[in-house]
């Protein structure tokens, strides 16, 4: 039996459940080491065909990089750790840019010094590296122009560029994303989509036929893509990614968050009043941001399969078992 | 008597004491704060409109640093602290990155912590962001597109996105320019120019009509400027320019450094054999840059006013009285 090794970052996250998640139902053998600064909850005792192994471990310090790397020796490296949210990157910018570039430097120069050429990083970025765009610009390709606006997209360009020299001028076998929001169960609530979700839920718990939730800016477009279709892309860039490309990762349709609160009372049967609270509305920010998904699937053979009514779906019923009143 | 506070970051460099110089000659009363990592050799006893006051300190530090801001309370600040070799930073990245990057980050978060709106910050920037360019693009101005290809050159340019979002997004009061090589008496020679015109030098006091010297590849061009040039500039820029403004400072005249050396071995009358060390070639560099200077020349007034052959034989002067045999 042939095992693969993964060490994924960022293992007490959102994603890594769903990456071992997929590596399960798809038989395939492997053995995951998973690290992250906080603690992790999640059990994997009911699998087959993957191991897993979890260290807590401060990411920032280069020995401990360097060490697991050389001990564990991994075929693959999903690298998910990072200070996510542009939202709380505006109210703490240093460790936003530490927890999402001097985290991956880390990762990559301790590749180099291990001359490990053969190991292939995904390095997940954000689309929120496109910055500012207009209408004429969508759907957002890989060769568009980007412009970061906030510190979170500071800290993701500067990834991404690091990236690129580790790639082109040391050798190093990276893979690059910029992934679109990416929405399902379990997601915290500080992101917007588990956050709207959660409030809908809590009005429907409270009896009565809806009422009022707090939003920030509601006519904001996105494209969602659902957690497990992310998963997927992110196994098939491992596996058939090309060194130092970049790829969107995203569905190709825009959706406001209006829609989406519009989707989700419907679905619970209530109505719903939108609160806009300014607090919630960020210095500078995206009006709408749809990618193209066109290289992808060309190149590597993706396709995202969920529709955006089922991963709602399957969030309320998530904060439908998580929320009691 | 009005006297203006200016802080110097990076002031055991080869920039600050021109700078120093510079208001000095121009009888602007000014009290200077140097800090740097380094100890500091400077002594400017003989001033008459300049204080200097040095401190060592870890600029990594961002304690320190916010020490220094709330103590200090600069009108400007001439951040030239850097890690600014191209060439170590291939042998060193992280090294490189934390010492442009993280040192700035500290920087700008230090003036957004004490709210110091009014205080004036020159982010020096640098020409290896432009990257990898054909001669079609040439002058680089400053809205073409940047593409950095050495861990140098992606700490300058996410340096470049951080001062664009604290000045956007914060309202910090920051300058930014994109500096082209500069050369002069006392610089390094780590830097090509003066280790060139060092080794010219030797070669004439070892006697003979000249001989060899060592270089990497002679065929690449850039574009030079004398620093006393460049320290004009800056004080310009810090009084001037258009805060989240990028300013090119740049002769634009590219040289080839086979030229340097054919113009430095005229000057001191030898001949040169030039014997190139693959070891010195980088693996990835730009064989052309030349800049625009339009924009800080329309904008700011700012022109350059000291020739090539000028700065070059002042350079041959500094190392006859340092080279001794």
Redesign the interface.
């Known amino acids: 039996m042939v095992e693969e090794k993964y060490l994924i970052t960022g293992f007490s996250g959102f994603v890594s459940r769903y990456f071992c998640d997929y590596l399960e139902k798809n038989k395939i053998n492997a053995l995951i080491k998973g690290i992250d600064a906080k603690d992790c909850a999640l059990r994997f005792d009911d699998f087959k065909h993957v191991r897993v192994n979890f260290e807590k471990m401060d990411l920032l310090s280069?020995d401990s990089i360097e060490r697991v790397l050389a001990e564990f020796k991994p075929d693959y490296i999903l690298h998910l750790a990072s200070y996510s949210s542009v939202a709380l990157s505006?109210k703490t910018?240093?460790q936003s840019?530490?927890n999402n570039?001097?985290i991956f430097?880390?990762l990559v120069?301790a590749l180099?010094k291990l001359n490990m050429k053969n190991t292939r990083l995904l390095s997940v970025g954000s689309s929120e590296e496109y910055g500012d765009v207009t209408d004429g610009d969508l759907p957002l390709r890989e060769d568009h122009?980007i412009n970061?606006?906030?510190?979170y997209?500071?800290a993701r360009?500067?990834q991404e560029?690091?990236s690129?020299?580790y790639a082109?001028?040391?050798g190093i076998n990276i893979i690059m994303t910029r992934s679109f929001n990416h929405i399902g169960p379990g997601q915290k609530s500080i992101f917007v989509i588990s956050s709207l979700a959660r409030q809908l839920v809590e009005l429907k718990k409270a009896g009565g036929n809806g009422g009022k939730i707090v939003a920030g800016d509601v006519s904001i477009v996105r494209d969602f893509t659902d957690v497990r279709d992310v998963v997927h892309a992110y196994y098939l860039l491992l596996k058939n990614g090309k060194k130092g490309q970049i790829y969107n990762v995203c569905s190709g349709r825009g959706v406001s968050l209006k829609d989406v609160i519009a989707i989700m009372a419907a679905q619970l049967n209530i109505n719903v009043d939108i609160h806009i609270d300014d607090e919630l509305i960020r210095?500078?920010d995206n009006k709408i941001i749809i990618g193209s998904n066109e290289k992808i699937k060309k190149e590597i053979g993706w396709n995202n399969s969920i529709p955006l009514e089922q991963s709602l779906s399957d969030i309320l019923s998530y904060w439908e078992s998580e929320v009691t009143h």
Chains 1, 2 share one sequence.
Do not use: C, H, M
């Open positions: 280069f505006w910018p240093v840019f530490q570039t001097n430097l880390n120069e180099r122009k970061p606006i906030s510190p997209a500071v360009v500067s560029y690091l690129r020299v082109d001028g040391y210095p500078s």
